[in-house]
């Protein structure tokens, strides 16, 4: 069956409702039978996602963070990797060209090449002789663009000259981003003290050193950082799909840290929606327990609160009975269950006697405290489930429902009378008043609150105007509904 | 003296002048030594003043020195060279004109100092590479620092009877000595192969290179082309090539050499008073420009000769030590 264009948005009011928090707008398509729900996105984000939010931008900062330093760490590990390497080749290029500076014949660099081919980073290797400026022998990758080296300056030369301190100076020079070019000079040493025969390893009478050459090398090391560079793409990709499961893993952390945090908005929205019927849980985290509990104690204050201002709004503040409103209330509950039972009710309205002069001559306080005995009385003489009511001054109400016969009635009226018209005593006096009391039954249908309630007030007028102290009966049978016939004494 | 005793030296000399002719065969790479005077026996003249030069305060030197001063008795005074060589020369240059006295420079510092007394007879000793210096002159001799070849190659065949290539490298100067070496080897049915480099890098390539045809290395004390890396560096790769090596320090057989010989300060000291006394009444000092020792100080290395499967004959047992 097919819902109707309210029920549906009913369901989406509700649906709204529950997503408190969100703001949005329902649409409601007839043909096909459709709701759109339109969210706000100006309204307040979710904790949830911000945190998720802030997480995720952290993860990325972290993210790029490392790439960062992992190529900067690669850079420089490979740049110290080649200057060490640099130098080992250095030391075995100085060995092996010693046939070389030994002959001075060029092709006793043989055996260096054949080393040399073993290590593709080696793009070309001068020997120079000690002046530093004439090649003696010279090796040279085939196929690599590298350029010449520039003439080793005279400060250079100067520079790896330098023996003062018993260890090579090399000279380290970058150019571009994968190119190095190391210089040497080429020592040899001799002992300086002839007295070798008393010569020691641990007391070295010292060495004369002297420069026969110097060592060119270029290192042209593009290959091994195209390979990093790969690595850290593939190095890079993992750690993104790491970090993205750990993103995920975390969304569900955070979500499952805050569900005691999100269990609380329903209650929440509840409370803000007026309802105070609500219990919040306080298991779980201690700090959302401690939440729990004063939201509850809040709650409870409230339904206090609420409960004193309903009291205030049906009672009456002096004698705590209910008031006119209530009376009309539950008079309207009273004649539709009446409706459905057939059972009889009646309104009797009840004006003292006498009230007025007590009030003059022993003050309000006396009044007031005339009145609050009466009420008692009035209690103690109807029935249970009858409604007692005082509408204003000394006027009293009483709603007689599920009534067996107007006999039962007017018995208890009769008792009424009888109790109110008992002498009371206020301070050292005693006072005596007495009830006029009209009583209007339900005759039919039409008759509704206001009407028997009018009649009531009608017949109780009777009842002073026929000497008070007694009730009157409404009749529907007159117009006026005045019968001199039906009145108890 | 008596006529017994005087054949007896005569005959000594004569000897030697002999195995010096063997030692030096005439080819045209070596030139002939010039004819060495022979010396008559003659009376034991005065004994003149003699100053010692001593470069430094080695052991090496300072016995030579003690023995000398010893032998001499009351003539000989030593003198340690403390100062720069100016002021070496400069201390010398007041002695210049004595002809009453006569030098004994010991190491090469002192040798130099010496070499400005042109006209003062001067007997040098423990000094390696007189030949870069131009230390030779008539009136300026000297003792071999190296001890005995003959017995070092004696010792070498007795420890390895299988041994029969022996390897040496030094700078270059030393053609002589080689020749005599490989003599000296020749009698003891080795063959000396030597090897002339110039710097320690060389020496370690031509160490390496010459390794595949010997079966053991002689050190020689040539500062010129060793240095301590280098000398760490063969005796290593001697080991792990189980090379026998005749070394020319104690020092050295700590870092795996088989034996050491060095010459005896005693007999260097009495070889040089002989070269003194010889050149009393002479203006030149007769005799050979070096003198060669007949003894040597030998130290075997009872590890090294085990590790190289090495039997050290019963003889040769006081010689042992552990290293």
Redesign the interface.
């Given at each position: 069956m097919p819902f109707s264009a309210a029920q549906f948005r009913e369901a989406a009011k509700s649906f709204l409702h529950r997503l408190s928090g969100l703001r949005g707008k329902i649409e409601y398509h007839k043909f096909p039978q459709t709701i759109f729900l339109r969210f706000d996105r100006s309204g307040p984000k979710s904790l949830a996602n911000r945190i998720l939010m802030l997480q995720f931008f952290w993860m990325l900062f972290i993210y790029f963070l490392v790439i960062a330093a992992l190529w900067l760490a690669s850079e420089l590990v490979i740049e110290n990797s080649v200057r060490h390497q640099g130098e080992s080749w250095i030391t075995k290029l100085?060995?092996l060209g010693?046939?070389l500076?030994?002959t001075n014949n060029p092709a006793k660099l043989k055996q260096a090449i054949s080393y040399l081919h073993n290590f593709p980073e080696i793009a070309r290797v001068k020997y120079l002789d000690e002046s530093g400026t004439n090649v003696i022998a010279e090796y040279s990758r085939k196929n690599n663009p590298i350029d010449d080296f520039p003439p080793l300056s005279e400060s250079v030369i100067e520079k790896l000259s330098g023996i003062e301190v018993e260890q090579k100076t090399l000279l380290f020079e970058k150019s571009g981003t994968s190119l190095m070019h190391i210089s040497a000079p080429i020592w040899?040493?001799?002992?300086?003290?002839?007295?070798?025969?008393?010569?020691?390893?641990d007391k070295?009478s010292g060495?004369k050193i002297?420069i026969?050459g110097f060592i060119e090398l270029a290192l042209d090391y593009s290959n091994t950082t195209s390979d990093l560079n790969h690595n850290i793409f593939y190095a890079s990709m993992i750690i993104a799909v790491m970090m993205l499961i750990a993103s995920f893993v975390l969304r569900i952390m955070v979500h499952w840290a805050l569900k005691p945090l999100s269990e609380l908005e329903e209650p929440l929205t509840r409370l803000a929606n007026g309802e105070t019927d609500i219990t919040v849980s306080t298991s779980g985290d201690k700090e959302i327990a401690r939440i729990g509990v004063a939201l509850n104690t809040t709650i409870s204050a409230l339904k206090d609160r609420d409960e004193a201002l309903r009291q205030m709004a049906d009672h009456d503040a002096l004698t705590g009975i209910p008031n006119r409103r209530v009376l009309a209330d539950r008079l309207k509950q009273a004649i539709a269950q009446a409706h459905r039972t057939g059972k009889l009710l009646s309104v009797c309205y009840i004006d003292l006697d006498g009230f007025k002069q007590v009030n003059d001559q022993f003050g309000h306080a006396a009044g007031d405290q005339l009145l609050i005995e009466i009420t008692r009385r009035l209690q103690e003489t109807v029935r249970s489930g009858d409604t007692l009511a005082r509408l204003g001054g000394d006027e009293f109400a009483v709603l007689f429902n599920d009534l067996a016969s107007e006999n039962e009635c007017l018995q208890i009226l009769d008792r009424v009378l009888e109790m109110v018209a008992k002498p009371i005593i206020i301070g050292n006096d005693k006072v005596t008043v007495s009830a006029s009391i009209g009583v209007a039954f339900r005759c039919s249908d039409k008759d509704d609150g206001d009407t028997l309630l009018r009649h009531a007030d009608q017949a109780m007028y009777v009842s002073k105007q026929t000497g008070k102290c007694r009730y009157h009966r409404y009749d529907h049978t007159t117009e006026s509904g005045i019968s001199l016939t039906q009145v108890g004494t | 003296m008596p006529p017994l005793r005087m054949c007896c030296r005569l005959a000594i000399v004569i000897m030697a002048l002999i195995l010096q002719s063997c030692a030096e065969p005439k080819t045209g790479l070596n030139p002939p030594l010039p004819p060495q005077p022979v010396i008559a026996a003659l009376p034991s003249p005065a004994i003149k003043d003699v100053v010692i030069l001593v470069s430094e305060n080695i052991p090496a030197y300072s016995k030579v020195a003690k023995m000398l001063a010893k032998q001499l008795a009351g003539h000989g005074s030593i003198r340690y060279l403390k100062g720069s060589q100016l002021e070496n020369i400069k201390m010398l240059a007041a002695n210049k004109d004595d002809g009453n006295k006569q030098f004994v420079s010991i190491g090469l510092n002192a040798t130099l100092a010496a070499k400005t007394l042109t006209n003062r007879q001067v007997v040098f000793c423990q000094v390696f590479n007189y030949q870069d210096y131009d230390l030779l002159t008539p009136k300026h001799k000297g003792v071999s620092i190296m001890p005995s070849m003959s017995k070092t190659f004696s010792t070498w065949r007795a420890l390895a009877p299988g041994t029969a290539d022996i390897g040496v490298i030094s700078g270059p100067g030393f053609e002589d000595m080689m020749q005599l070496a490989k003599t000296a080897a020749k009698l003891n049915g080795i063959t000396l192969h030597h090897k002339t480099v110039n710097s320690d890098k060389e020496y370690q390539y031509a160490f390496k290179q010459m390794a595949d045809k010997v079966q053991g290395f002689w050190l020689i004390p040539d500062n010129r082309v060793l240095s301590g890396n280098i000398l760490r560096d063969v005796m290593t790769f001697s080991i792990h090539n189980s090379k026998q090596v005749a070394v020319f320090s104690d020092e050295l057989l700590s870092l795996g050499g088989l034996f050491s010989t060095t010459s005896d300060p005693q007999e260097v000291a009495q070889e040089v008073l002989r070269r003194l006394k010889q050149a009393q009444n002479t203006e030149i000092i007769p005799g050979p420009d070096i003198a060669y020792p007949d003894k040597s100080i030998l130290r075997i290395n009872s590890v090294m000769a085990k590790l190289l499967n090495l039997e050290i004959p019963a003889q040769y047992k006081k010689y042992e030590n552990a290293f």
């Open positions: 100085d060995e010693i046939p500076y030994a040899v040493k001799s002992i300086s003290s002839d007295g070798m025969t008393d010569y020691s390893l070295p060495e002297e026969i | -």
